[in-house]
């Protein structure tokens, strides 16, 4: 199936400015004119290259989450005795009555 060079450049779907400043708006993005253009031309042809695809046949496709059959890696939960305090805190580099001393990250 040859592709239409129409769709691939994003001239049957397109996404408008105002539409593209009310999502940059929301994703809290401040985009310069420049910017604003060359999204408009990239979107739309993502937009249409995603409309193309409604055109595939995919009856009798089961669907999927992922590309490659995929098994849980996770282990089983096993109850397991927790650590003793000063095993815990052995590596710590700063202690105090049994537990971790860290830095503040909150200014003030």
């Known amino acids: 199936m040859k592709q239409d060079d129409s769709?691939?450049?994003?001239?049957?779907?397109?996404?408008t400015k105002e539409e593209l400043l009310h999502v940059a708006h929301?994703?809290?993005?401040?985009?310069?004119?420049?910017?604003?253009?060359k999204f408009?031309?990239?979107?739309?042809?993502?937009?249409?290259?995603?409309?193309?695809?409604?055109s595939v046949d995919t009856a009798g496709v089961r669907p999927t989450s992922h590309a490659i059959a995929l098994t849980n890696a996770f282990r089983d939960d096993v109850l397991k005795e927790h650590l003793?305090?000063?095993t815990?805190?052995?590596?710590?580099?700063?202690k105090n009555g049994?537990?971790?001393?860290?830095?503040?990250?909150v200014g003030g």
């Open 40 to 54: 408009v031309d990239q979107i739309g042809t993502i937009l249409a290259y995603v409309d193309q695809l409604k």
């Open 98 to 105: 049994g537990s971790f001393i860290v830095p503040k990250v």
């Open 88 to 94: 815990a805190l052995a590596n710590a580099p700063e």
């Open 26 to 37: 929301l994703a809290r993005l401040d985009l310069d004119d420049a910017a604003i253009e």
């Open 7 to 15: 769709a691939v450049r994003g001239e049957n779907m397109k996404i």
């Open 84 to 86: 003793d305090t000063e």
